[in-house]
């Protein structure tokens, strides 16, 4: 597939999540919703990639799936060589808790805890010691060193969310999904996570899957990936927040698709 710029399609990588032939129906005969139909694509190990599409065009849907909070309909989900449908419950609970990491738009930091204690609560509940020295390093990437024995209550939003996103990487995961990071944030502070997300990929070898509804949030991306109407319809290499913009402004242009399907 071609990208939005004309340039002849990227060369193949090393998948740290990907899927293929993916659907995903939501309910039932005549109410039935297609929310994902038919999308294969690869999310590159090392890099950022920005999901992108109008409201309606699944790609939280995308998401879910592809990081194993959701479940196909039919089609496959793999994170690495490990496909996740042919998983039970609970290789699929250790899975999630040892090779991926989530930042969502709430912070979901427990506020009984600290600050350090916050970051490394998947390695406490998962009885492993891990890399503490990694951890410590990520306290200082994300430039809160001051704050360590603060709880979440005394931090602005911008500090919770660097706390999240430390917290997400502290255990080396495969892949760290990040669902409109910066949904509940200035735009200073969004501007901060945005950039400790971009230093993790670029700076620590990191790889990163976001789903955003903003232009500028997406130019931190090394790709962004556009869905409609539940379908993968363009790759944009090297994006910048004018040329997203643009793009999403053509889908505002164009008819709604009918999404009901029969069952």
Wanted: charged residues 25%.
């Amino acid at each position: 597939m071609s990208t939005a710029t004309g340039q002849a399609a990227r060369p193949v990588s090393v998948g740290a999540a990907r899927v293929a032939d993916a659907v995903k129906v939501y309910g039932s005969g005549d109410t039935a919703v297609r929310a994902l139909d038919g999308v294969s694509v690869d999310f590159p190990a090392g890099r950022f990639t920005a999901i992108m599409g109008p409201s309606g065009s699944g790609k939280s849907t995308l998401m879910h799936c592809a990081a194993g909070l959701d479940t196909l309909t039919s089609g496959a989900a793999f994170i690495g060589d490990t496909e996740l449908g042919k998983l039970d419950d609970r290789r699929l609970t250790l899975l999630r808790r040892d090779r991926i990491g989530f930042v969502f738009q709430a912070f979901n930091l427990v506020p009984t805890l600290t600050v350090a204690e916050n970051i490394t609560l998947p390695m406490d509940l998962a009885g492993v010691r891990g890399d503490r020295e990694w951890a410590d390093a990520l306290v200082d990437v994300v430039g809160l060193r001051d704050r360590l024995h603060h709880r979440p209550a005394e931090l602005s939003g911008g500090q919770q969310q660097r706390v999240a996103v430390a917290r997400a990487f502290a255990g080396r995961p495969d892949v760290v999904f990040a669902d409109e990071p910066t949904g509940n944030l200035d735009s200073r502070s969004g501007e901060e996570v945005l950039n400790l997300l971009g230093r993790a990929v670029r700076q620590m070898g990191r790889t990163v899957v976001m789903v955003t509804h903003d232009p500028v949030a997406a130019a931190h991306a090394d790709e962004v990936v556009f869905l409609a109407d539940g379908r993968l319809v363009d790759r944009m290499e090297s994006p910048t927040a004018d040329r997203v913009l643009d793009r999403m402004k053509a889908f505002d242009a164009r008819p709604p698709a009918r999404k009901e399907t029969s069952s």
